[in-house]
């Protein structure tokens, strides 16, 4: 590939993953209102793939590159929190006929979570490292009790790890944000090896167009192997799986994205750092505030 063609920016990146985003809730949304838009939702479930790698792909280059990573993990730990009290709302408060938005997860649960492993991997210290397989249990049992409970067809409630408290894509978004950052680990040290042939050293080929494009085909594998992975669930454990595994193959259409990444951090002005925080709630309340006012017509 052309390095030329490394064009995209993480702002550009998350506006993508926004746009995805966004898309893959107003199919879910429309869907409830009017059962028979099945073509379109289908159609934004395809296009909502693309959000989930990349957002977690943000997350790691922004645990490794803030400034302030104590601040970055607390914005992430506030939107976690709030969620899971929505979640906890839609789970108990039954007269709301929110119940089944409860069984969804909590999308930053899962950023918060891969976040902090990310930070711990980062550490000198061996035990802190450990640390790090903290979330990837926590994302694995997520998956568990979620599986036990469609097992069951939910005539079986799992208390152990509460609902509030779950992840929204349990292992394969922490499967995902882990690669992410192997990979700089994997590209570090095949230019290492290639140093004793062309005479660069490492320090001197990071930053450039050929090291960035390495990090970026791997982390293209990366998406494929973990969207692979979860689509032969289907196979392996049919009753467990929860999740449309035939959509969620599209995911890997993002790591075509993620090719183009050219490492840089593009626009970022206060507010869109905040508003985009913001935009995952407010944008989910006014779709559904509209669609519901459509339906009434």
Partial sequence: MDNRLLKLSSFVLKIIAIISMTFDHLGIIIYDFFPDSQVFYTICRYIGRFALPL??????????????????????GIMAVAISIVLSIAQFATGLGLYSLSFEGNIFMD???????????????TSLKFLALIPVALSILSFVAKGIETASYFTENVYWYPRFLRMQYDWLSIFMMLGFYGAYFFADLYFEHQSQFSGLQLDQVK???MYRLSVNIISFAVVMIANIIYYLFKYLLPSVVFWSVNTQIAGIAAGVILLLYNGKRGYNAKWFQYGSYLYYPLHIVMLYGIIYLISLI
């Fill in 55 to 76: 957002f977690c792909f943000m997350i790691v280059e922004g645990v490794i590159h803030t400034k302030n990573i104590k601040k970055y993990l607390l914005r992430l």
């Fill in 111 to 125: 950023l918060f979570f891969g976040a902090l492993m990310i930070y711990l991997l980062k550490q000198d210290k």
């Fill in 207 to 209: 930053g450039t167009n």
